[in-house]
Structures are given as structure tokens and as C-alpha cells.
């Protein structure tokens, strides 16, 4: 019995070593084989409220969150979400990059009279608050979500956030943790 189990020992560590080494020597000659780029879906984010003199505009909070297969983009105002004709114009920036290539690209959603102007994606309007189901399928290949930006314009006042495009890609290592 002796025999088997030191033989099964014997086998698991060469295999383990093994793969210890085919990790190390696929981590030094292409690191990105190792650290597998994946998306950020989840923010929630807030901004100064009373900050512009029009409340429809006036940005509290935005973020996004993953449902199926869309990204949900949202944007709450300080009072009930305009969308009469004409009226303002609420844009909600995906930021995305690629591995190796710190150069942000951006999927911008306008809404405009309750209406997806780029994508015609879904949006849902519930008083102050907006929603845009963005599909990820939408999504380039290799490009990867890594913030959002969101803005509100009327003809006298604007409101936005800070820009997310220097936001890093974020890795998982072998794509688990």
C-alpha cells in the first residue's frame, strides 16, 4: 500500500511543479495570459447637489449594475427627470479600454425626449430617475468596461461628472481571482 500512495505523491507533485512552471514561464513571456482582463459593472457614484440652478438637471447620483445580458447605466436628478419637447439632453458614457492600451473609448448613450438616440437602447424614466439597458453585446471584442460618465444639458445650465478615462483595467490572475 506503501507503494501506491508514495507513487500517487510522487506524481501529483511533478504535475503540481509542472503547472507552477507553465504559469511562471506563460506569466514572463506574456503577461497577459496570466492576468485576464475582465469588466467593471458595478458603481454607484454621487455628485455635489446644487451645484447648477436647474433641479431637472442637477445630478445626485449615477452608476450601473449588471442585468442579464445588459449593463443598466443610471442617472438620479435632484427633481423629477424632464422629458418634454424640446427638452434636456441626459448623456450616459460607458468608458471602456483595451488590454495593453491605456487609451480610453467611450459608448455614449444620449437621451433625449425619453429616447436612446445611439443604440436604441431601452430607457426608463421613473421620476427622478433614468435608465438605459445597454446590451454587452454592444461592446467591441477585447474592450473592456472601466467607468462611467453621465452629463445633463438644458439650454441654461448643465451638470456632469468627472471623467472616468483614466480608470485602470482591472485583471483577474488566471481569470478566477
Avoid at 438637471?57 to 427633481?79: F, M
Avoid at 441626459?90 to 437621451?111: G, M, S
Wanted: negative net charge.
Amino acid at each position: 500500500m506503501s507503494v501506491i500512495t508514495n507513487s500517487f505523491f510522487k506524481s501529483v507533485t511533478v504535475t503540481v511543479v509542472v503547472v507552477i512552471a507553465s504559469i511562471g514561464f506563460a506569466f514572463i513571456t506574456n503577461p497577459t495570459a496570466v492576468f485576464i482582463p475582465r469588466h467593471q459593472f458595478e458603481f454607484q457614484l454621487t455628485d455635489v447637489a446644487d451645484d447648477v440652478n436647474v433641479s431637472y438637471l442637477d445630478i445626485i447620483e449615477y452608476g450601473s449594475y449588471k442585468q442579464g445580458k445588459n449593463v443598466v447605466l443610471y442617472i438620479e436628478v435632484a427633481t423629477e427627470i424632464n422629458h418634454s419637447t424640446p427638452g434636456p439632453h441626459y448623456w450616459l458614457t460607458i468608458v471602456a479600454k483595451y488590454p495593453n492600451d491605456d487609451t480610453a473609448h467611450i459608448y455614449w448613450n444620449e437621451v433625449y425626449n425619453g429616447t436612446e438616440q445611439n443604440y436604441q437602447s431601452d430607457v426608463a424614466i421613473t421620476g427622478n430617475r433614468l435608465e438605459v439597458a445597454f446590451s454587452i453585446d454592444k461592446f467591441i471584442p477585447k474592450s473592456y468596461m472601466v467607468g462611467i460618465e453621465v452629463r445633463a444639458s438644458g439650454f441654461i445650465s448643465e451638470d456632469s461628472s468627472p471623467s472616468a478615462r483614466d480608470n485602470p483595467l482591472k485583471t483577474r490572475f488566471l481569470g478566477i481571482i
